[in-house]
C-alpha cells in the first residue's frame, strides 16, 4: 500500500498528490504528515490510499511523522470540491480545513488507587487529600506524590479545557407562534430553506428548536454567523440552550482556545459549531443541520485564495451529508430568493409594528444633517446613526490649482483623518502628514470635501448631550474594543451609537427609538449589479435595529437620490417589492442568479505584462457556448500594481469554471507571465 500525499505549498505550479511508502504510524484519508520532499521536507495531507505506484521501490520513501490530529475525510472531499469551485489548488484548499495550530494541554490528576488503607499510618493532611480524590493534583503534588510512591494513589494527566468567555444570554423557554411552529414543521421534513423573517421575529428560537432536534436524532450541527464581536447574542442564547455542547470557533479565540474546540467538536465531545465564515470546516461528524444566520451579510464572502462563499459551501457541505440547509434573514440576496422554498415570519414576535421610515431629499443641501434629523437626534435619548464612510472627508483639493490628494500605490483619493492628522489610504493603509499648504502651486486654501464619520462624530458631539459612541474601523482596533463600547452603549440610559455598516449588525438594544442613515446612496454609487441589493439590505436592516422595545421608534433616511428603487423600497419595508422588481432587472442584464460570473485579476508591476497575461485567459476562455467573455478592462492601481480584470458571463457554470481554471494554471505556468499575479473570482461580491 502507498499513501497519496498532496504537499501544502502555496503555489500553482505545483500539481499534486505525491506517493509515499507507508510510515510506521497508522494513516487514513486526513492525515497530516510531514514527508521528504525534494531537498526540503513538506507537511501533506493523506488524500487517498492506492495498492500501486509508478514510482520504482527505491525512490519511495515514508513520510517521517504523522500528526495526532487528522482532518476528517469527508472534508479531505469538500476541499477537492472548492479547489475547483474556486479555480484554486488542492493544497490552498487544504490549508482551510487543516486544524488550528495548537495541542491539548493536559494537568496532573489524582485518583484513589485499591489499594487497602488498613495498616497505613497516614497524616492528616493525607488522610485529608485521599478523602478528597480524585482531584487535580497541581496544588499538592509533592504530598500526593510521596501517596503514589505508597501504591495508594495513582497520578494521570488529564486534558483541560481552556474555554472561551462568552456572555450566556438567558433564554426562558418560549411557546411558539404558530408562524415559528409552522417553520419549524418545514424545516423537520428535510431539504434546504430560506427562513425570511422581519428583524425581531424569532428566527433565532427557529434555529435553536432545529438544532434540539438534530441533536434529538444524534446528528451534529453548524451554525454559521457574521462576526462574532458584532452579533455575540447569538452565540450566548445557543450556548444558554446547550451549554458545553456547543463549541464556538472564531479567529480572535486564543491559540489554545481555538485548538481545544475544534478538538471537543472531532472527537464528538461537543455537537454544534457556532462560528463565522471559517465555522463551515468544523469537524462535526453525522452532520444533519447547517443554519446560516444573516445570509445576506457579506463577511462569508472569503477575501484570499480560495475565494469561497461560505454560503455555497454550506449548501454543499449539506448536500453531500445529507442535512438539512437552513438559511435565515430579514433581507435575503436574490439569489437565495430564487432558489430556496420561503418559511416566512412576517411580523415581529411581539406584534410590534416595524418602525416608520421618512426619506429625506439631500438634493441640495449645504449641511451633513437635514434640520429633521437634527431635530430628532435631539429629542430622542437612544438613537443609532449610520453613515458608511469612516475619517473626516473623503477628499482634499487645491482651491488654486486643483490639485487632489491621491495615494502614491494606489489610483484613490487619501481620506482625511483629522484626529491624527494624517491622509490615509484606505485600500493599502498608506498614510502621510496633512498638507498645510498644497505642494503643486503653494497655495495655503486646500478644501475637504464630503463628511465622514469622524467629522459627523464631532458634529454630533457640539450639538447634542448625549454620549457619541463611534464605531468603525478605525475605533474597533483592539481585540474587544468592539463588545466592550457594544456594552458602553446598551448600558447607558441615554446615547448615540454612530458608525459604519458595523451598527447596522443583529444588535437588539431594545430602547432604541430613531435610525438615522446618511447619504444613503453612497452604496448605490458603486459601479456594481450589487449597489442596490447592498443599500436595500442596509436600510432595512438598520431601520430593524430601531424600536424593538415598548416605546416605539422611527426611522430617517437622507439621500439625494429619494426615489431610488433600492431606498423606496426599504422605506416600505417592502422586500417582496424589492427583489421581485431585482430580479426582473437581473434577468433582463443576465445577472446571478440567471448567469454566472466568474472574474480573474491580473497584475503586476508595469501594465503591460498583466494586460497580456490578461488577454491570454480571456482568449483561452473565449468560444464556450451560451459564455461571454468581457474585457481585459484596466482596473485601478491597488498597492502598487496595475490590473487588468477579464469577467466570464456565463450559463453553463460547470464548463465555464473548468475553463477559466485551466486557461489561468496555463497562463500561470508560462515564462512570459512570471511577474503576474492572478486572482479567480467565482460568484464575486
Ligand atoms: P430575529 O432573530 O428574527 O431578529 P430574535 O430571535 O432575536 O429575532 O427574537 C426577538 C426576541 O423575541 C428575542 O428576545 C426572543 O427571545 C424573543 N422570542 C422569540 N420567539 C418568541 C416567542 N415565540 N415568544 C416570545 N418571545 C419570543
Ligand atoms: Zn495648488
Ligand atoms: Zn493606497
Given at each position: ?168 444570554q438567558?433564554s426562558?423557554?418560549v411557546a411558539l407562534t404558530p408562524d415559528q411552529e409552522a417553520a419549524i414543521q418545514a424545516v423537520e421534513g428535510g431539504g434546504e430553506h430560506l427562513l425570511h423573517g422581519v428583524t425581531g421575529s424569532g428566527k433565532t428560537e427557529v434555529y435553536l428548536r432545529a438544532a434540539a432536534a438534530a441533536l434529538?436524532?444524534?446528528e451534529?450541527v453548524i451554525v454559521l454567523v457574521p462576526?462574532?464581536?458584532?452579533t455575540?447574542q447569538t452565540v450566548?442564547r445557543f450556548?444558554?440552550r446547550f ?29 454544534i459549531a457556532v462560528g463565522p465564515r471559517?465555522a463551515v ?6 452532520l444533519g443541520l447547517v443554519v446560516v444566520d444573516e445570509e445576506h451579510d457579506s463577511s462569508f ?8 462563499d461560505a454560503r455555497t459551501v454550506a449548501a454543499e457541505r449539506a448536500r453531500?451529508a445529507?442535512a438539512r440547509l437552513l438559511v435565515g434573514t430579514a433581507t435575503p440576496r436574490p439569489e437565495t430568493w430564487h432558489a430556496l422554498p420561503h418559511l416566512r415570519l412576517p411580523n415581529r414576535v411581539d406584534s410590534r409594528?416595524l ?149 447596522a449588525k443583529g444588535h437588539d ?24 441589493e447592498?443599500?436595500f439590505a442596509?436600510?432595512a436592516q438598520?431601520a430593524g435595529r430601531?424600536?424593538r ?24 419595508h417592502d422586500a417582496d417589492g424589492f427583489l421581485a422588481?431585482e430580479l ?9 442568479p ?92
Amino acid at each position: 500500500m502507498i499513501a497519496q500525499v498532496q504537499p501544502l505549498t502555496t503555489t500553482r505550479r505545483l500539481s499534486g498528490p505525491f506517493d509515499y511508502a507507508l510510515p510506521e504510524a497508522p494513516v487514513r484519508v486526513g492525515s497530516i504528515v510531514r514527508v521528504p520532499f525534494g531537498r526540503q521536507a513538506l507537511d501533506g495531507v493523506v488524500i487517498g490510499l492506492a495498492e500501486h505506484t509508478e514510482v520504482p521501490a527505491e525512490k519511495l520513501v515514508a513520510p517521517t511523522s504523522v500528526r495526532v490530529d487528522s482532518v476528517p475525510a469527508d472534508l479531505v472531499e469538500l476541499a477537492h470540491w472548492m479547489a475547483t469551485e474556486y479555480c484554486s489548488t488542492p493544497a490552498r484548499s487544504l490549508q482551510l480545513v487543516l486544524p488550528p495550530k495548537g495541542r491539548p494541554r493536559t494537568e496532573p490528576w489524582a485518583f484513589r488507587t485499591d489499594a487497602p488503607l488498613d495498616g497505613e499510618r497516614l497524616n492528616d493532611n493525607q488522610r485529608a487529600l485521599l478523602e478528597a480524590l480524585p482531584m487535580r493534583a497541581t496544588g499538592q503534588l509533592p504530598a500526593l506524590r510521596r501517596l503514589e510512591g505508597r501504591g495508594l494513589v495513582a497520578i494521570e494527566d488529564r486534558q483541560r479545557r481552556r474555554a472561551p468567555r462568552t456572555d450566556v444570554q438567558p433564554s426562558a423557554p418560549v411557546a411558539l407562534t404558530p408562524d415559528q411552529e409552522a417553520a419549524i414543521q418545514a424545516v423537520e421534513g428535510g431539504g434546504e430553506h430560506l427562513l425570511h423573517g422581519v428583524t425581531g421575529s424569532g428566527k433565532t428560537e427557529v434555529y435553536l428548536r432545529a438544532a434540539a432536534a438534530a441533536l434529538q436524532r444524534g446528528e451534529g450541527v453548524i451554525v454559521l454567523v457574521p462576526e462574532i464581536a458584532l452579533t455575540p447574542q447569538t452565540v450566548g442564547r445557543f450556548r444558554a440552550r446547550f451549554g458545553d455542547t456547543v463549541a464556538l470557533l472564531h479567529s480572535a479565540l486564543g491559540e489554545g482556545e481555538r485548538y481545544d474546540e475544534w478538538r471537543r467538536l472531532r472527537t464528538g465531545e461537543a455537537r454544534i459549531a457556532v462560528g463565522p465564515r471559517s465555522a463551515v470546516f468544523a469537524p462535526v461528524a453525522d452532520l444533519g443541520l447547517v443554519v446560516v444566520d444573516e445570509e445576506h451579510d457579506s463577511s462569508f464572502k472569503h477575501e484570499g485564495d480560495p475565494r469561497y462563499d461560505a454560503r455555497t459551501v454550506a449548501a454543499e457541505r449539506a448536500r453531500r451529508a445529507g442535512a438539512r440547509l437552513l438559511v435565515g434573514t430579514a433581507t435575503p440576496r436574490p439569489e437565495t430568493w430564487h432558489a430556496l422554498p420561503h418559511l416566512r415570519l412576517p411580523n415581529r414576535v411581539d406584534s410590534r409594528p416595524l418602525p416608520p421610515v421618512r426619506v429625506l431629499d439631500m438634493r441640495g443641501a449645504r449641511h451633513p444633517l437635514h434640520p429633521e434629523t437634527r431635530r430628532a437626534l435631539a429629542s430622542s435619548r437612544k438613537s443609532i446613526v449610520l453613515l458608511n464612510r469612516r475619517g473626516w472627508s473623503n477628499f482634499l483639493s487645491c482651491r488654486s490649482c486643483g490639485k487632489t490628494w491621491e495615494c502614491p500605490n494606489c489610483e484613490v483619493a487619501l481620506v482625511l483623518h483629522r484626529a491624527e492628522n494624517a491622509l490615509a489610504c484606505h485600500h493599502c493603509g498608506h498614510r502621510e502628514r496633512v498638507p498645510e499648504r498644497c505642494d503643486a502651486c503653494g497655495s495655503l486654501s486646500v478644501a475637504r470635501h464630503g463628511a465622514g464619520t469622524e467629522r459627523i462624530e464631532h458634529e454630533l458631539r457640539e450639538g447634542l448631550d448625549v454620549p457619541v459612541f463611534r464605531l468603525d474601523a478605525d475605533t474597533a482596533g483592539a481585540k474587544d474594543a468592539v463588545p466592550e463600547l457594544l456594552a458602553r452603549f446598551r448600558a447607558a440610559s441615554s446615547g448615540l451609537l454612530l458608525g459604519t455598516q458595523m451598527v447596522a449588525k443583529g444588535h437588539d438594544f431594545p430602547d432604541v427609538t430613531l435610525g438615522v442613515v446618511l447619504d444613503a446612496d453612497s452604496t448605490l454609487r458603486f459601479p456594481d449589479f450589487r449597489a442596490e441589493e447592498r443599500t436595500f439590505a442596509l436600510i432595512a436592516q438598520l431601520a430593524g435595529r430601531a424600536g424593538r422595545g415598548e416605546r416605539g421608534g422611527r426611522v430617517l433616511v437622507q439621500t439625494s437620490a429619494p426615489d431610488a428603487a433600492a431606498i423606496a423600497a426599504a422605506a416600505r419595508h417592502d422586500a417582496d417589492g424589492f427583489l421581485a422588481g431585482e430580479l426582473e432587472r437581473r434577468r433582463a442584464l443576465g445577472y446571478p442568479p440567471f448567469a454566472d460570473l466568474i472574474r480573474v485579476v491580473c497584475s503586476s508591476e508595469d501594465g503591460a505584462p498583466a494586460r497580456a497575461a490578461a488577454g491570454a485567459v480571456a482568449a483561452a476562455v473565449d468560444g464556450l457556448p451560451r459564455t461571454e467573455v468581457l474585457g481585459p478592462a484596466p482596473l485601478f492601481r491597488l498597492r502598487g500594481r496595475e490590473r487588468f480584470q477579464v469577467v466570464v458571463k456565463t450559463g453553463e457554470r460547470e464548463d465555464a469554471v473548468r475553463a477559466t481554471g485551466t486557461a489561468v494554471d496555463a497562463a500561470a505556468r508560462d515564462r512570459a507571465h512570471r511577474e503576474v499575479s492572478f486572482s479567480v473570482d467565482v460568484d464575486p461580491q
